[in-house]
């Protein structure tokens, strides 16, 4: 079977005034449809790979679902690999008036047209851990660990991932996508259908930016310290500051820059 989540193709590479043909590996986009029942819930570009994770986590971050509890069933049917339908456990109710859009998203955009902090608040969320306590020194030990395993990022070059994180500087999981936002989606999916619900214990690293949606479903996945590669967006540094969640930007080698919450980091030399 073909491994959906990179393809190969054939391209001319030029370097220093040489040329040559050759075969290179791409990462795989696709779109994924969840369904409710027969409603369409949400249309989102992925990269092939843990589609059940994604929908579950999707729709926990997105408040369509509160619990593994309600969810019946995620399936994939026979005739269709770009499809989840969701069955949802008696006594559950679909209440999209909830979400103030019907989702849809993209491979560059996790919450287009919701950019509202009161939106995200009024979900009266709890602020994170107030007593998670992790290293300067094993913070910085992070990103090498989940490079480590990003197989289809070394191969394409062409993937975010999320990784999870204990106290102890472990990785837990993680997770590779086209699009930032469902490599978290794919993590929190993954604590929700194992129970583990909220991760008030881990550290989540995200490769590239953190932007305003990757706080988001950290903060209702009810993550403490958010570790990023590169720089926060201005609505993620509001937001984690409202949500007294820690936020690391800049986060290579023996540097990163913190933004809210410093004293959940043991800083002090």
């Known amino acids: 079977m073909r491994n959906r989540s990179e393809d190969l193709t054939q391209v001319i590479e030029w370097q220093e005034g040489k040329v040559r043909r050759l075969e290179d ?26 589609d059940a994770e994604l929908a579950a986590g999707l729709l926990f971050t997105e408040g369509i679902v509160e619990s593994a509890g309600q969810i019946a069933s995620l399936e994939v049917p026979r005739r269709s690999n770009n499809l989840i339908r969701v069955r949802l456990a008696p ?15 993209n491979s560059s955009c996790g919450v287009c047209g919701k950019v509202s902090i009161d939106a995200v608040h009024s979900r009266a969320l709890r602020a994170p851990n107030p007593a ?5 020194e094993l913070l910085c030990t992070l990103p090498e660990k989940a490079r480590a395993v990003q197989t289809v990022f070394g191969r ?20 590779e996508d086209i699009g930032r ?22 550290v989540l690293l995200v490769s590239g930016r953190g932007g305003f949606e990757i706080v988001q479903k950290a903060a209702i996945a009810g993550i403490p310290v958010l570790a990023c590669i590169s720089a926060p967006s201005s609505l993620a540094v509001q937001l984690a500051r409202r949500m007294q969640l820690t936020l ?19 800083i002090a030399s």
């Not at 929190?188 to 194992?194: C, D, E, I, K, T």
């Open 25 to 50: 590996s791409v990462a795989g986009e696709e779109p994924l449809e969840i369904r409710i029942g027969r409603r369409s819930v949400a249309v989102t570009m992925r990269t092939p790979g843990d």
């Open 156 to 175: 394409t070059g062409g993937l975010h991932a999320a990784a999870l994180f204990d106290t102890a500087g472990e990785l837990l999981v993680l997770r």
């Open 132 to 136: 998670f306590r992790i290293s300067a």
């Open 248 to 266: 690391a930007g800049f986060l290579r080698g023996r540097r990163f820059v913190i933004y809210s919450g410093e004293e959940r980091l043991r």
């Open 91 to 105: 006594g559950a109710k679909l209440d999209l008036g909830r979400v103030r859009r019907n989702i849809a998203a």
């Open 181 to 202: 936002h469902n490599a978290v989606d794919k993590v929190v999916g993954w604590a929700l259908l194992a129970k583990r619900l909220p991760l008030a214990e881990q």
